[in-house]
T-cell receptor, first 116, second 114 residues
Framework: AQKITQTQPGMFVQEKEAVTLDCTYDTSDQSYGLFWYKQPSSGEMIFLIY??????QNATEGRYSLNFQKARKSANLVISASQLGDSAMYFC?????????????FGAGTRLFVKA | DTEVTQTPKHLVMGMTNKKSLKCEQH?????MYWYKQKAKKPPELMFV???????INESVPSRFSPECPNSSLLNLHLHALQPEDSALYLC?????????????FGPGTRLTVT
């Protein structure tokens, strides 16, 4: 069974608007970390934001925020005021405490296109 | 300085060649990783080197072999590769291997096996 599910293969958003990228996960661990990474066409993976399973507040980093709904096992990324440079592939990822955090499990990714 | 460097950026090699990919970080991180990423797919973990211990994804063929000369370097030796090994190879590091630590990735090496 997939542990990280990103149901949106591609998304379009108008410049300056907000966009939500969906991510659901499946784990029986109580302790885990959730991450979002951005991958531009150049190939480098860029860390965006982290949410710990015990964190009660939603994580925020600048224009990025993570809508964490633990009971629903969802960790959606919200990008506010989209910019043309936000066009990229976005991966949701999880590291489980039971594996010592060794293995990062990535979702299939969502490609975001920002329109001028 | 959150930087992971990888060399070379591009590599073309024949199936009988031996080559090495290099990865270096100067952030004092204790865990380093190699990933393989095929086009339009997420990265797949190949190896983890953490606290002087190597963990291997058992599905990785033996023609890939990692080497950790010191805590800031993680090389990937390639030998007798197949065309299906052509991919983007990403190196990453994290402060620790625990689940709360984000990974920092290098720019990748685009490998083509002919």
């Amino acid at each position: 069974a997939q542990k990280i599910t990103q149901t949106q293969p591609g998304m379009f958003v108008q410049e300056k608007e907000a966009v939500t990228l969906d991510c659901t996960y499946d784990t029986s661990d109580q302790s885990y970390g959730l991450f979002w990474y951005k991958q531009p066409s150049s190939g480098e993976m860029i860390f965006l934001i982290y949410q710990g399973s015990y964190d009660e507040q939603n994580a925020t980093e600048g224009r990025y925020s993570l809508n964490f709904q633990k009971a629903r096992k969802s960790a959606n990324l919200v990008i506010s005021a989209s910019q043309l440079g936000d066009s990229a592939m976005y991966f949701c990822a999880m590291r489980e405490g039971s594996t010592g955090g060794f293995k990062t499990i990535f979702g299939a990714g969502t490609r975001l296109f920002v329109k001028a | 300085d959150t930087e992971v460097t990888q060399t070379p950026k591009h590599l073309v090699m024949g199936m009988t060649n031996k080559k090495s990919l290099k990865c270096e970080q100067h952030m004092g991180h204790r865990a380093m990783y190699w990933y393989k990423q095929k086009a339009k797919k997420p990265p797949e973990l190949m190896f983890v080197y953490s606290y002087e211990k190597l963990s291997i994804n058992e599905s990785v063929p033996s023609r890939f072999s990692p080497e950790c000369p010191n805590s800031s370097l993680l090389n990937l030796h390639l030998h007798a590769l197949q065309p299906e090994d052509s991919a983007l190879y990403l190196c990453a590091s994290s402060q620790n291997s625990g689940q709360t630590y984000e990974q920092y990735f290098g720019p990748g090496t685009r490998l083509t096996v002919t």
